[in-house]
């Protein structure tokens, strides 16, 4: 599979690996595939009994059969996931997919497992040609959950060092400790400053030609392909499990900001996957459902809400949209066909979240709710259908307590690998906000 920039869709390919460890295109655009491959027959022969390493390693070989053999691409996925989605009933007409089993307990750690397995596999071989093995120092900025699935994903891998740059004091104290009690190979600096601090500096590291000839750098950032094409496994998976729901009665609802998620579900219908629709659910961050509906795609600044990891008024991954459908303006057509778009206010995230709980016990987290009450829209809709919506449970409730406390008056369970984690002492280096600050880390560590 080759990649090009959505900037330049005919312009010069790259391989997968070099996507992956420049993560952005040279022009500024997202990468990729060139070729969308057929892979129908392979995804009707995984059967229900298929686990999710099964499918990941077909999908694998499938896409990536040049780089990966088959024993090769399930050595790979068992790597990248040491966990597994779970499939459960909420209401009829509605099943979860939930995508919280993983290490940081959302939906990142699929992409980031997958992106740290194939670096790791990647800089292990060419060690292997150049005897003193090749090391790369991934640097990140976060402001809370991407750089906790970045860190667990990372953490122990060979030949790689990475470097979380959080803003001091402004991420929950869970979050802190998910980035700061690793150790090992994950350095976790505290910036005296904010997260467009934390986000300035890693790009002035990038451009800094004394850092770059010294070490290796690169970026795990969300828009990274190594993280974007993992996440449509698990679309296959649900699609295996579901096998006797007709095709035409299937629905995927995806609470989406960015809209990775999303695009990487879209891809997995282009390579075959045939199911009836999609559906977008955002919170009041509408852009995407807007242009659904006007055909005009204006992107503004994002306002705060309750399902704030969805917080995204300039989705990175609409480019992707775009090259699937049509580049031109005329693309609301064809992206209407497959794709239905609505926005979930605060009160209604709320309003959901209270009514699943006292209709099924059940705690959701409130990017969970948006789907929900999206699926509930679409299903509302419908005449006499039997559509079966899956909508993805993207995080655990108890990454959002003051949420769940404020919204439904209970506090979630917190999983014991979460609670061990508050017991554990923080590690962390305070660096200033400065470009000094970081280059002198860097440099003082790995050159
Ligand atoms: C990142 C995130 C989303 C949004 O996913 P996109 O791929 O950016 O659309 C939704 N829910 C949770 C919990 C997230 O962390």
């Known amino acids: 599979m080759r990649f090009t920039s959505t900037r330049n869709p005919d312009g010069p390919s790259v391989s997968f690996t070099e996507a992956l460890f420049r993560g952005i295109a040279p022009d500024g655009g997202l990468y990729h595939p060139v070729e969308q491959p057929d892979l129908r027959a392979l995804i009707r022969s995984l059967g229900d009994d298929a686990s999710f390493v099964d499918v990941a390693g077909a999908m ?26 779970v499939i459960s009933e909420l209401e009829p007409g509605v099943k979860l997919l939930e995508l919280y089993h993983g290490p940081s307990h959302a939906f990142k750690d699929f992409g980031a497992g997958f992106l740290a397995a194939t670096m790791e596999a990647e800089l292990t071989r060419r060690g292997g040609e150049t005897a003193g093995g090749d090391r790369a120092v991934i640097l990140t900025a976060t402001s809370g959950d991407t ?34 009690t690793l150790g090992g190979n994950i350095l976790a600096l505290e910036v005296q400053g904010s997260f467009d601090d934390c986000q300035r500096m890693v790009k002035e590291a990038f451009a800094d030609r004394e850092l770059t ?27 295996a499990q ?10 995927f609802c995806v609470p989406s900001g960015n809209f990775g998620n999303l695009t990487a579900g879209v891809l997995a219908w282009r390579w075959g996957m045939a199911v009836s629709a999609f559906i977008a659910a955002t919170n009041a961050n509408d852009v995407v459902p807007e242009f659904l509906r006007t055909g ?6 994002s306002v705060a809400t309750l399902a704030n990891a969805m917080d995204v ?5 609409f480019e992707r949209m775009q090259q699937i459908f049509g580049t031109d303006g005329a693309s609301v057509g064809p992206m209407r066909g497959l794709i239905s778009g609505t926005a979930v206010s ?24 948006t789907g929900v009450e999206a699926a509930r829209r679409y299903l509302a809709d419908e005449t006499g259908g039997n559509t079966l919506v899956v909508t993805l449970a993207t995080a655990h409730p108890a990454k959002f307590v003051e949420v769940c406390r404020d919204a439904v008056g209970v506090e979630p369970v917190v999983p014991d690998n979460l ?14 906000n400065t470009r000094e600050a970081l280059s002198r880390e860097l440099l003082s560590r790995f050159a």
């Open 296 to 301: 005009v795609f204006a992107p503004r600044r």
């Open 313 to 317: 008024g300039n989705p990175s991954n």
């Open 147 to 180: 750089g906790s699935a970045v860190a667990q994903a990372f953490a122990g891998r060979k030949n790689i060092d990475v470097v979380i740059l959080y803003p001091s004091g402004r991420v929950s104290p869970l979050q802190e400790k998910q980035l700061t």
């Open 213 to 239: 000839d010294r070490m290796t750098l690169t970026s795990a950032n969300s828009i990274n392909v190594g993280r974007l094409i993992p996440q449509s496994f698990y679309y296959v998976y649900a699609f």
């Open 419 to 432: 609670a061990r984690l508050l017991e554990l002492p923080k590690v962390s280096v305070r660096v200033e």
């Open 346 to 369: 605060d009160a209604q995230i709320a309003a959901v979240m209270r009514d699943v709980y006292s209709g099924t016990g059940r705690l959701i987290c409130p990017h969970t709710a």
């Open 60 to 85: 694998i070989e499938g896409l990536f059969g040049e780089e990966y053999d088959a024993a090769s691409a399930r050595a790979l996925a068992l790597r990248a996931f040491p966990f597994e989605p």
């Open 242 to 251: 579901l096998k006797d729901c007709p095709e035409d009665e299937l629905v």
